[in-house]
């Protein structure tokens, strides 16, 4: 037979279709109670949805003198802790898993699958934090009354298994892809590390230092291909200065239609440029003096999130604040070799060690213009970047993928945990 769609919602609430226990941690006295292998779930634990294992691990009569347990498919949710503040994680155990007291574990009652409820909860994220308040010392928390007492509407069993296996698939898709990233920011920055060490040679492959020993000499940034010249970026670039220092109120930020870039607009070697400001062009042309947009000249945070750089690939009309340092090459030094050995782990390290400041670290001009940078014959700059600017091509259309799984999954959830849109069941 085809697909039935039937069954009406049964409203409910939380404390209803659940039993909501609470944890504990056992005594950290007593090691005999840390020396088994039962997962002991905290709110750190509860990254994904589905949680196959934790840090932390107690014994059985651990689980007995201080904490609980509860059986694979029982919800997890965080009732107390800063989290709260702005998200409520949710996990469905994989496992037995005993869990701690700033968490509830919610059995579901007859009728009612955890993986329902689970995707119920993570869909109605924002109502329920809604209903967080703050104890006497600052703590976020729920109150056990507010959460139990919160609605839900219930669909039949079959109408449930079918809505969760919808999303699990998202929630696979989306696993899959983050993977896939990971992979490859792993990659990239292994071979980067290479090709900015040990550079490419004329056949096109990476020198070999262990091979070729002669092939490489003495800096001050260690062993180098013969052919580079580290120098200092005040030699290697026109111009090195920061943003403009005139005020730019708030109100004129929204009022045009050219960008005013922040420190969180340069961001994984990359100006997002949909994070920006908009200020009126007359503004620009006021602030942008001695700051003039270039194809190829490099952005890097100078101010609080320090040592993040970009290169600027294309003209565009733009300005930025004053905690963004712009460095202008010059012909020899391209933009993009240079931002990606700014990003790289040599790049971190100085920025690490050149950072001053206490509440908010500062990597002064002075310093920037003293950093030493490797220089690669151009040719060899150019071919170090495409290589980079391939996997960065590939890092952005995973990303991209990953913005839409996620954007599907939230819209799908939305109607789907809602009853706006009904799944189809197959009739018995």
């Not at 069993?157 to 898709?173: F, K, N, S």
């Not at 292994?190 to 040679?201: A, E, K, R, V, Y």
């Not at 005139?246 to 607009?265: C, D, I, K, N, W």
């Not at 952005?299 to 460095?327: D, M, P």
Request: charged share 20%; aromatic share 6%; hydrophobic share 40%.
């Amino acid at each position: 037979m085809g697909p039935d769609i039937t069954g009406a919602w049964t409203p409910s609430t939380l404390g209803q279709v659940a039993t909501w226990l609470s944890g504990g941690t056992p005594s950290k006295a007593n090691p005999a109670f840390w020396a088994g292998a039962l997962p002991w779930v905290s709110p750190k634990d509860m990254k994904v949805f589905r949680l196959g294992d934790t840090e932390d691990h107690i014994s059985d009569r651990g689980a007995e003198s201080g904490s609980r347990t509860v059986p694979g498919g029982a919800v997890f949710v965080v009732v107390r802790g800063m989290i709260l503040a702005h998200t409520f994680p949710v996990c469905l155990a994989g496992r037995e898993m005993a869990f701690n007291q700033d968490v509830k574990a919610g059995i579901p009652g007859p009728g009612l699958s955890g993986g329902f409820l689970g995707h119920w909860l993570v869909g109605n994220s924002h109502g329920l934090l809604g209903i967080v308040t703050e104890a006497t010392h600052g703590t976020k928390r729920i109150e056990l009354r507010d959460f139990t007492s919160f609605k839900i509407r219930v669909p039949t069993p079959p109408e449930q298994a079918r809505i969760a296996e919808v999303l699990d698939t998202l929630d696979d898709a989306i696993r899959t892809t983050e993977q896939v990233i990971a992979k490859l920011e792993m990659v990239k920055r292994g071979l980067m590390h290479d090709l900015l060490t040990n550079g490419i040679d004329e056949n096109g492959e990476l020198r070999d230092p262990v091979r070729h020993p002669e092939r490489f000499k003495d800096s001050p940034l260690g062993r180098v291909p013969s052919e580079w010249e580290p120098a200092p970026l005040r030699d290697l670039c026109e111009r090195i200065t920061d943003g403009t220092h005139q005020t730019v109120h708030t109100t004129e930020r929204m009022a045009g239609t050219v960008p005013f870039l922040y420190v969180s607009s340069v961001r994984d070697g990359r100006v997002r440029w949909d994070d920006a400001g908009r200020i009126d062009a007359s503004v620009f042309r006021q602030i942008s003096l001695g700051r003039e947009p270039r194809a190829g000249m490099v952005l890097y945070t100078a101010v609080g999130s320090y040592g993040h750089a970009a290169v600027v690939e294309a003209f565009r009309e733009f300005s930025f604040q004053r905690h963004l340092a712009c460095l202008y090459p010059r012909p020899a030094l391209n933009g993009r070799f240079l931002a990606e050995w700014l990003n790289s782990a040599a790049g971190r390290s100085f920025a690490n060690k050149a950072a001053i400041g206490n509440a908010q670290k500062t990597v002064t001009l002075t310093a920037l213009k003293s950093c030493v940078v490797p220089l690669p014959p151009l040719a060899e700059q150019l071919l170090i970047g495409a290589r980079a600017a391939g996997l960065s091509r590939l890092l952005d259309a995973q990303a991209s993928t990953l913005a839409k799984l996620r954007l599907l999954k939230k819209g799908l959830a939305d109607d789907l945990l809602t009853g706006r849109v009904r799944v189809a069941v197959a009739s018995p």
